[in-house]
Each structure stands twice: as C-alpha cells, then as structure tokens.
C-alpha cells in the first residue's frame, strides 16, 4: 500500500463462522453463475441460434473482466470496504442473472454476463479480504480452506441442477433469487469493519496497481493459474457441447 496508509485491519481474536458460511455461501453462488451456461449451451444455441464463437464470448466475459479489472478492485478494497464491496457483487449477481433470465436476444444476455461477471469479481475479491478481517490466526488455515471449494462446489451444483431442469430461464431467476437472499444474510450477519481513518485517494490505488505489475513474483503466479485456466476452461465449457451434440448423450448425462 502506500506508505503513507496505515496498516490493513488484522483478524480479530475469534473467528465469526456464521460470517465465514455466508462468505464462503456467496463464492459458490458467484461459481453458479460460472456453470450455469456451460450446462444450458445446447438450449442457447437452440433458443437464439448462437454458434460457439458466442458461445465462447459468453463464457468468457469473466475472464476478461478479471483480467482488466481484478487488481483495481483488489486496490479499491481499502476504499470501499470488503463488506461493502461483497454485498456490491451479490447485488450485481442478482441484476444480472435477472436480465439474463428475460433476454431475448444475444445482446442481452452478454450485456447480463457482464454484469454478472463483475459481480463475480468483486465476490472472488472481496471474500478473501473479508476473511482474512473476521478469522482469528489460528483458525485461517482451516477457513480459507474452506473457501478454496467454492468454485468447483458451485461448477458442480450448477451442472447437476441445470442438467435436470426443462429451461434455462427459470434456473437464471432462482440464480438471481438465491443472490439477493444471501445479500440480506450478509448485511445482517457479516460483521461491519472498523471504522478506516486512512484517506487513501485513488492516485494511491493507481499506484498500488502499478507495483503490483510491476512485481515479478505475483505475475509469475498469476501466469501459473492463467495456463491452468487455459487448460480447465477449455475443457469444461465445450465438453459437455461435444457429448451432447457430438456423441448423442442426454443432458443429464453430460
């Protein structure tokens, strides 16, 4: 941070496992929404026609917005607050799973991805912060453990409700639905932080951002989860397209 700022808000004595549910609770929703079109590609290609070039596009709107925007957000966390900006992401979850659930065409439901994907980002962000706030020391390892699963909880969720339902609409509203209850959870169970006396301005967030890239150690970690998310994405966003139109095997089966 800048050195003027004083330093991030350490853990507390106890750790608040309601809050840490809620945290982890919204993760998987936000991995849901990851899912969910993956499952319900054969009933888009078929509702609006769309190719997989389109298909690619809606998939990938989280990626690239992660890409552009995951470092200022992570700077603006010491701005806005980790509760704040986790009660901002359900939000945008919930207005974008909606959007997507009455488009009627393929530039709705991208405009919904994009919404649904910066939500995503400020939820994926934003968790971590707020549980490194209300676990204790002793307790981290096990919690951000437990956060760890939220993706492919939320993936496989997603693939296994979608795969049994009749229609695609219906699965994106109870999305949007299950967001905005675990929004009210949050706001009424999640701890509020201490009150930060820092006046960090956003020519402090900017620099921030440029010493993060310029550091070598966090680019190289991030170019090891890159080619892993080349490889894992690729696979799990068009195989179930290559079982079900390719090999002939039902929904639920993919």
Wanted: proline share 4%; with cysteine.
């Amino acid at each position: 941070m800048h050195s003027t700022s004083a330093p991030l808000p350490s853990s507390t004595a106890t750790t608040a496992w309601t809050g840490v549910a809620l945290v982890v609770a919204a993760g998987v929703i936000a991995a849901l929404q990851v899912g969910k079109v993956a499952i319900a590609v054969p009933q888009l290609r078929e509702d609006f026609g769309l190719g997989l070039s389109a298909i690619g596009w809606l998939m990938a709107v989280f990626s690239l917005l992660g890409v552009l925007g995951a470092i200022p957000v992570g700077a603006w966390i010491a701005r806005a607050g980790d509760r704040r900006l986790l009660a901002a992401g359900l939000l945008a979850l919930a207005f974008g799973s909606t959007i997507g659930a009455l488009a009627g065409g393929l530039a709705a439901l991208l405009f919904a991805r994009v919404i649904e994907g910066l939500g995503f980002l400020l939820i994926v962000i934003a968790g971590p912060a707020l549980l490194q706030r209300i676990v204790a020391p002793a307790a981290k390892d096990l919690a951000f453990a437990i956060w760890s699963c939220f993706m492919p909880v939320g993936i496989a969720i997603a693939f296994f409700v979608g795969s049994v339902l009749e229609g695609w609409r219906g699965f994106w509203l109870a999305n949007g639905l299950l967001a905005l209850v675990l929004l009210a959870l949050v706001l009424a169970a999640v701890p509020r932080p201490e009150r930060d006396t820092r006046r960090l301005s956003w020519r402090d967030i900017a620099g921030d951002t440029i010493r993060t890239l310029a550091a070598s150690a966090p680019l190289r970690l991030a170019l090891s989860f890159a080619i892993y998310s080349l490889q894992f994405f690729a696979l799990f966003n068009f195989l179930p397209v290559l079982l079900i139109e390719r090999m002939g095997t039902s929904v639920a089966t993919a």
